[in-house]
């Protein structure tokens, strides 16, 4: 069962990204890249945030230990 989330959720993500190329394919250059500039700013800032707050919940755990 998990076995299957998993697998559409990796097929839901594949079939939006290609789509996406897709669609601005087709857009002016100029418009393009500012789309895409957008979506790269939101995905680094995504990620850095999942990862500053994975650390966090690090240190939060050596600091409060739980006996």
């Known amino acids: 069962m998990r076995s ?3 697998r559409m959720r990796s097929w839901i993500m ?3 990204m290609g789509g996406t190329t897709l669609v601005l394919d087709t857009c002016n250059p100029a418009v ?8 790269e700013a ?3 800032s995504l990620t850095t945030t ?8 690090l240190a939060e755990d ?5 006996i």
């Open 4 to 6: 299957m989330k998993l």
């Open 14 to 16: 594949l079939a939006s």
């Open 32 to 39: 393009r890249d500012t789309v895409l500039g957008g979506v």
């Open 42 to 44: 939101a995905s680094t």
């Open 50 to 57: 999942l990862i500053q707050a994975f650390f966090e919940g």
């Open 62 to 66: 050596e600091e409060n230990p739980v």
